[in-house]
């Protein structure tokens, strides 16, 4: 089945600096990759997600890149603000029928310093 | 449109008690799942549904029974509590598999002593 590694488990910034998240993904039928943001004791909801015939996708001060052939995509938040403090989630699924089950990495918590 | 709802939202047990956590959406979608989330362990699946009538077992689906008799319900059924079992519990539904964004109830914290 899929397995989806996520780095860092745990990453503190300034306000106004950039943040980077990394996952990387076993199967190569994977096809979409959604970021999700979970805020503490708030239920994850979607900020942003990615198909594989895309490399990149941005909304506003978030993006997120994806590089099939090595299996990995990373989510980018520029100019963090304290209310970007929470834990990030990466998934992947297959929509074609294969591992359509989502996978989700095991998450990034984000601290952002005023 | 109410989205995922979850009930309890806190619950206490005693080992070896039981217990249904109700999960239910009114978004028509097809697909349902439930996961436990453990500090430094991500979302975990427990068992998911493709549809009426259909289950299947997840990542952790020891302990724990779900049916799917309708659209809209997904319970999930703890057969004898075990402090193992101390977690959120957080129901998901999406239009399909795969390819589409999870919608997420609000949780279930519960603790067994």
């Known amino acids: 089945g899929e397995n989806v590694e996520q780095h860092p488990s745990t990453l503190s910034v300034q306000e106004g600096d950039s943040a980077v998240i990394k996952c990387t993904y076993s199967d190569s039928a994977s096809n979409y990759f959604p970021w999700y943001k979970q805020e503490l004791g708030k239920r994850p909801q979607l900020i942003i997600d990615?198909?594989?015939?895309?490399g990149e996708k941005k909304d506003q001060r978030i993006a997120v890149t994806l590089n099939k052939t090595a299996k990995h995509f990373s989510l980018h938040i520029t100019e963090t603000q304290p209310e970007d403090s929470a834990v990030y989630f990466c998934a992947a699924s297959d929509s074609s029928g294969g591992s359509y089950i989502p996978t989700f990495g095991r998450g990034t918590s984000l601290i952002v310093h005023p | 449109n109410a989205g995922v709802t979850q009930t309890p939202k806190f619950q206490v047990l005693k080992t070896g008690q039981s217990m249904t956590l109700q999960c239910a959406q009114d978004m028509n979608h097809e697909y349902m799942s439930w996961y436990r989330q453990d500090p430094g362990m991500g979302l975990r699946l427990i068992h998911y549904?493709?549809?009426?009538?259909?289950?299947d077992q997840g990542e952790v689906p020891n302990g724990y029974n779900v049916s799917r008799s309708t659209t809209e319900d997904f319970p999930l059924r703890l057969l004898s509590a075990a402090p193992s079992q101390t977690s959120v519990y957080f129901c998901?539904?999406?239009?399909?598999?795969?390819?589409?964004?999870?919608?997420f109830g609000p949780g279930t914290r519960l603790t067994v002593l």
């Open positions: 549904s493709v549809g009426a009538g259909i289950t």
């Open positions: 990615i198909r594989s015939n895309v």
């Open positions: 998901a539904s999406s239009y399909q598999t795969g390819g589409d964004e999870q919608f």
